[in-house]
T-cell receptor, first 113, second 111 residues
């Protein structure tokens, strides 16, 4: 069982470049999330999607856009990367109708130079 | 400022000692979870508490949800080196299926 799959695992961007982080889950979960993790900050919610076709801002949405392509896939786009976006990004999914557990991917380590 | 504040941020103890990690907020949560994260991996769920005042035990780990559902604690008895990791609390809000994470507590248990 794959669970939550994120690609890529590592990425280096130059300031101003754009990229899309991909996330797919095979657990038929309704809700999906994007977090960033920085030292001493825990995980901060960027965007979330409570169900297919809906997306909402989290704590730190500036500089990011998301797309809930279908029930399985939730992508995160950086239109013009900045050094402040250097971080580890995690995608997660959950089905709150079945419980409260969020399942995480292995993360994408992004460096913006 | 983050919705959930954890303390302490770092904790280094000897094997066999007891410890408590705290997770506090001014918001009321419908559920509160504790996760553990290993380096290079995503967080993995340890426990979920949903009722104010609830206490759950998982072997040497005891989790408590505050009566007002604004805070929680994780107590580890007789810590072992295998307990080393980053411990994160996370709260679910009633509106919109959101999960917000705490600032994290990095625990090191020295053999």
């Amino acid at each position: 069982n794959a669970g939550v799959t994120q690609t890529p695992k590592f990425q280096v961007l130059k300031t101003g470049q754009s990229m899309t982080l991909q996330c797919a889950q095979d657990m038929n979960h309704n809700s999906m999330y994007w977090y960033r993790q920085d030292p001493g900050m825990g995980l901060r919610l960027i965007y979330y999607s409570a169900s297919e076709g809906t997306t909402d801002k989290g704590e730190v949405p500036n500089g990011y856009n998301v797309s809930r392509l279908n029930k399985r896939e939730f992508s995160l786009r950086l239109e013009s990367a900045a050094p402040s976006q250097t971080s580890v990004y995690f995608c997660a999914s959950s089905d709150t109708l079945q419980g409260y557990e969020a399942f995480f991917g292995q993360g994408t380590r992004l460096t913006v130079v | 400022t983050q919705l959930l504040e954890q303390s302490p941020q770092f904790l280094s103890i000897q094997e066999g000692e007891n410890l408590t990690v705290y997770c506090n907020s001014s918001s009321v949560f419908s559920s509160l979870q504790w996760y553990r994260q290993e380096p290079g991996e995503g967080p993995v769920l340890l426990v979920t508490v949903v009722t104010g005042g609830e206490v759950k035990k998982l072997k040497r780990l005891t989790f408590q949800f505050g009566d007002a559902r604004k805070d929680s604690s994780l107590h580890i008895t007789a810590a072992q080196p295998g307990d080393t990791g980053l411990y994160l609390c996370a709260g679910g809000l009633n509106t919109g299926n959101q999960f917000y994470f705490g600032t994290g507590t990095s625990l090191t248990v020295i053999p």
